[in-house]
């Protein structure tokens, strides 16, 4: 079955960094763009960064520009995000979740997927 | 960048009662809006993307519909297990913003 399942999260200090994985089975992981959502401690989900299914194209949010990595080894069905000059803001379970980079067809015309699956989550705590 | 806006933030409704969510994009998104429901300490799961077709394995009860600006999401005979928080997503392009969520119990 599908399956994301993410490691690396734990304590880190203010100024920090910390590499998140998630490691992906279950579909063909190289036709997939992949995400990275997070959510604060009793907050909504603020969606943080998407790599395309080939590695080549990245995008993130405002506030993760210039600190946050993403990076992708199709031959592991791996993701990466790694973290530098972590905030207390950054505190969150951190989600991947998959993105089928197809298209469907739909009165007329082919859309894109949304993100699909999710994985567990892992847990990321800045404090000093 | 455009804003997802969602309302109610919370709703209490009966076993059985239609509920209805609506998310509101501060510019034409197309049909480019998904819906999750995250139960309490459970993981998100897509109930509905390009705003009104169903994924796979989610019960009938739940529909989406609109374009645009306008959408939402309605829960025809609310049950237990729909206690949750509900939240829309917007995917034309980056960012993949998400409204701040709409929380459902039972009374």
């Known amino acids: 079955q599908v399956q994301l399942v993410e490691s690396g999260g734990g304590v880190v200090q203010p100024g920090r960094s910390l590499r998140l994985s998630c490691v992906a089975s279950?579909?063909?992981?190289?036709?997939?763009?992949m995400h990275w959502v997070r959510q604060a401690p009793g907050k909504g989900l603020e969606w943080v960064a998407v790599i395309s299914y080939d590695g080549r194209n990245t995008y993130y949010e405002d506030s993760v520009k210039g600190r946050f990595t993403l990076s992708r080894d199709n031959s592991k069905n791996t993701l990466y995000l790694q973290m530098n000059s972590l905030r207390g803001e950054d505190t969150a379970v951190y989600y991947c979740?998959?993105?089928?980079?197809?298209?469907?067809?739909?009165?007329?015309?082919?859309?894109?997927?949304?993100?699909?699956?999710w994985g567990q989550g892992t847990t990321v705590t800045v404090s000093s | 960048d455009i804003q997802m806006t969602q309302s109610p933030s919370s709703l209490s409704a009966s076993v059985g009662d239609r509920v209805t969510i609506t998310c509101r994009a501060s510019?034409?998104?197309?049909?480019?809006l998904a819906w999750y429901q995250q139960k309490p300490g459970k993981v998100p799961k897509l109930l509905i993307y390009?705003?009104?077709t169903l994924q796979s394995g989610v019960p009938s009860r739940f529909s989406g519909s609109g374009s645009g600006t306008g959408f939402t999401l309605t829960i025809s005979s609310l049950q237990p297990e729909d206690v949750g928080s509900y939240y829309c997503q917007k995917y034309n392009s980056a960012p993949w913003t998400f409204g701040q969520g709409t929380k459902v119990e039972i009374k």
């Open positions: 979740a998959n993105q089928n980079s197809g298209n469907y067809y739909h009165s007329g015309r082919y859309y894109q997927y949304a993100m699909d699956v």
């Open positions: 279950g579909f063909t992981f190289s036709s997939y763009n």
């Open positions: 390009g705003a009104s």
């Open positions: 510019q034409d998104i197309s049909i480019y």
